[in-house]
């Protein structure tokens, strides 16, 4: 009884995570009866809307009321948009969606920023308070907490979503979905509701009315996300994270430079392994269902330029900063010195998206500088060869490697003292006593710089490699899978941590 108590009760304790077995339990029963309504377009979305608010509500409680709320605004505004004849209507009400879309993300997530930074400059001392638990103690008679302001689950990336569809109705790129169910649908997809992958309406839309299709191929492409998803979570990025990195960047003054190195690899590699992971597990959850949701990672440790790097990392977010921000600046449209203002103003704002905190805007102000100057760089020597020696190669994905890892350090730390802590001990790295620590060091965290070590290796296969194991599983009997998939289940049993790790996305 408890058990299903638990399981339609929200407990901030324990969101409904992929990692969870709530989370599973959710799928089985979904599953079960989406055998009875996936051939109806109108029941199938409707029940997986449904099933979307409540995996909502399970992640992140009473703030399900924001995402109806953003939900009915700009499918009202995106009906408004297509129908209005007038030029200067369309413009006012697409303004509009991103006028409270960006209002709801900038009180929820950096009121407090806000506050902090008037307060220091005016010597003032206002006070932030959350306006809706305010105002729901105000009708329900309910007691909650109105003096700290919770950010809502996902609130990123869904506002980034809806301002994204009003954008395209607006620039004829897709028309305004038919009822307001099957946009709250196209919204609050589980899969990709709180950590994205964002998805374009164009994209997701037309699937809405599309007949259900999953392909012997599909199904076994689906399982390896999945089971490879958990794998890089639970295995790779929650164990070194607690046994390791959170322990370095915590105290970065009680260990050497050389394991504060390692700490800021382990962390590129925590981050990766948690975001790409829980992108797996969505791809593979919403091909189960019979959607195609787009490629969010590929391998972006083998970037050979910070250029690159946003090609490969968290590309609906990078390819969404170029369309909705970069180009509307101007892009590269208006001379050279405009170019790398907007790219500048593009990679502030991407930093700042991610936290509100300046060591986050450092972090986007690193990326952007890096690829000012690589467009610097391809300006003064040219397109470069297709064809490139082992060494350029290898000394490229070096370099923006231990670029990337060095603004982690920001992205990662506590605060900015920490951060200058960890490069300060990074810097005694070839001290003579440290360097005769290494052997030592190496034993004494023998079975984390393995698995950090295995990450990283597999992480840099071959894709023609990956291709064909990925292939060989999709073609091997049910039974192999089947038995492959209990004993993945039980080694993410032996290597679960006592409490259930959140994603790293999902404080975004």
Known sequence: MDFIKNFFLYDPREPMIFTHMYFWVFFALLLLFYVLVYKKNVLRNTYLFLFSLFFYWKSGGHFFTILIFSTIVDYTLGQLIYSSPEKWKKKLFVGLSVFVNLGLLAYFKYAYLLAETINDVFSTDYEVIDLLAYWTNQLAGTSFDASTIILPVGISFFTFQTISYSVDVYRGKTKPVKNIVDFGFYVSFFP?????????????????????QLSKQAFGKALFLILNGLIKKMVISDFISINFVDRVFANPELYTGFENLLGVYGYGLQIYCDFSGYTDIAIGVALLLGFRLPLNFNSPYKAESITDFWRRWHISLSSWLRDYLYIPLGGNRKGKTRTYINLMITMLLGGLWHGAAWRFVIWGGLHGIGLAIHKLWMQIVGKTPKKKTFLIHFLSVFLTFNLVSFAWIFF????????????????????????????????????????????????????????????????????LKVLIAVIVVFILYQFRSAEIQPFIYFQF
């Open 192 to 212: 990709q509701l709180v950590a994205g992958p964002i998805v374009r309406a164009a994209d997701f839309i037309p699937q809405l009315y599309t007949k259900y």
């Open 412 to 479: 990662r730390a506590q605060s900015m003292e920490a951060a200058g802590n960890i490069i300060t001990r990074i810097g005694t790295l070839f001290d003579a006593e440290q360097l005769r620590q290494i052997p030592e060091i190496l034993g004494s965290y023998g079975y984390i710089f393995a698995l950090m070590l295995f990450g990283y290796i597999v992480h840099w296969l071959p894709k023609s490699f990956k291709d064909k194991y990925i292939q060989w599983f999709i073609d091997m009997p049910w039974y």
